[in-house]
């Protein structure tokens, strides 16, 4: 495709396989080519521009990410995708009242679930837990009515189900993710099922699942983690501490959920062997 069509879609495509595969550097290079090969619409290369900062925020070049963003911003003004991606870089340097601000913006013009949930987990984090709650309300809500009528459900929206879900509701969201994963078996959609498995207390089926999500070698830190805490419950103590040690060194700041409980696990793993 790229031999005989070397354009933004194509190059696109190669940078995502990189990605997946676990070639950060690759996919930045095949996302730069993209964004000089442009589109035939502004917002086309602006899109290019937030793919590209978000690679740059996992490879830690925080100022090549903001210029990327700012310039999404320039070739397609009040672009969401694009205050979405400064949301994302003020998370990954600690400044989550300014991504709050950032999130705000966002969700007034595209309520996308998935910025919704980033939205809601901002305002917890900083202690507005009303508006906080009524932004999980509503999630929950569009899970439960996908779930109920058999849609299709975002691996995000999944994830924030089995974080939500007590013991008598978990049984019904990961039949859904089972579901879902049967559609579409690909790497996000594996990882969400692990996620559920290991939520539902069958860690050793989650280890499978997380192997299949894993099994490019693909470099996401919310991936990572999950693979730490399923190993974790399965005593496997030197897997677990190695996937954390390498989803906070992508991205310290990877979840505002999760991020601060992998820092103090790894730091529990790392306090018992030295007393031992």
């Given at each position: 495709?790229v031999?005989?069509?070397?354009?933004?879609?194509?190059?696109?495509?190669?940078s995502?396989?990189r990605?997946?595969?676990?070639?950060?550097?690759g996919?930045?290079?095949a996302?730069?080519?993209?964004?000089?090969?442009?589109?035939?619409?502004?917002?086309?290369?602006?899109?290019?521009?937030v793919h590209?900062?978000?690679?740059?925020i996992n490879?830690?070049?925080?100022?090549?990410?903001?210029?990327?963003?700012?310039?999404?911003?320039t070739?397609?003004p009040?672009?969401?995708?694009a205050?979405?991606?400064?949301?994302?870089?003020?998370?990954?340097?600690?400044?989550?009242?300014?991504?709050?601000?950032?999130?705000?913006?966002?969700?007034?013009?595209?309520?996308?679930?998935?910025?919704?949930?980033?939205?809601?987990?901002?305002?917890?984090?900083?202690?507005?837990?009303e508006?906080?709650?009524?932004?999980y309300?509503?999630?929950?809500?569009?899970?439960?009515?996908?779930?109920?009528?058999?849609?299709?459900?975002?691996?995000?929206?999944?994830?924030f189900a089995?974080?939500?879900?007590?013991?008598t509701?978990?049984?019904?969201?990961?039949?859904?993710?089972?579901?879902?994963?049967?559609?579409?078996p690909?790497?996000?959609?594996a990882d969400?099922?692990?996620?559920?498995?290991?939520k539902?207390?069958?860690?050793?089926?989650?280890?499978?699942?997380?192997?299949?999500?894993?099994?490019?070698?693909?470099?996401?830190?919310?991936?990572?983690?999950?693979a730490?805490m399923?190993?974790?419950?399965?005593?496997?103590?030197?897997?677990a501490?190695?996937?954390?040690?390498?989803?906070?060194?992508?991205?310290?700041?990877?979840?505002?959920r999760?991020?601060?409980?992998?820092?103090?696990?790894?730091?529990?793993?790392?306090?018992?062997?030295?007393?031992?």
């Amino acid at each position: 495709m790229v031999d005989l069509k070397p354009q933004l879609s194509s190059y696109s495509r190669v940078s995502y396989l990189r990605e997946l595969h676990g070639d950060l550097p690759g996919a930045i290079d095949a996302m730069r080519m993209a964004v000089s090969a442009g589109g035939p619409q502004r917002e086309n290369t602006a899109w290019a521009r937030v793919h590209l900062g978000n690679l740059l925020i996992n490879s830690r070049d925080y100022g090549s990410a903001q210029r990327e963003y700012e310039a999404a911003l320039t070739d397609f003004p009040n672009y969401s995708h694009a205050f979405a991606g400064l949301g994302n870089l003020r998370i990954a340097q600690g400044r989550e009242r300014d991504a709050l601000d950032l999130y705000k913006r966002v969700v007034q013009t595209m309520r996308l679930p998935a910025y919704r949930i980033v939205l809601a987990d901002l305002y917890e984090a900083l202690g507005q837990h009303e508006l906080a709650n009524r932004e999980y309300a509503l999630i929950q809500e569009i899970e439960r009515f996908n779930r109920a009528n058999g849609k299709d459900t975002e691996p995000e929206i999944i994830l924030f189900a089995a974080d939500h879900a007590d013991q008598t509701e978990i049984g019904e969201v990961l039949a859904s993710a089972r579901r879902q994963f049967e559609r579409q078996p690909n790497v996000k959609m594996a990882d969400a099922l692990a996620w559920c498995l290991y939520k539902a207390h069958q860690s050793g089926s989650a280890k499978t699942a997380v192997q299949q999500a894993l099994a490019l070698g693909t470099a996401d830190p919310l991936m990572l983690y999950h693979a730490g805490m399923i190993h974790l419950s399965l005593g496997e103590r030197e897997k677990a501490r190695a996937y954390l040690t390498r989803a906070l060194a992508i991205n310290r700041h990877f979840s505002i959920r999760h991020a601060a409980e992998a820092i103090h696990v790894l730091e529990s793993l790392s306090s018992a062997d030295v007393a031992n």
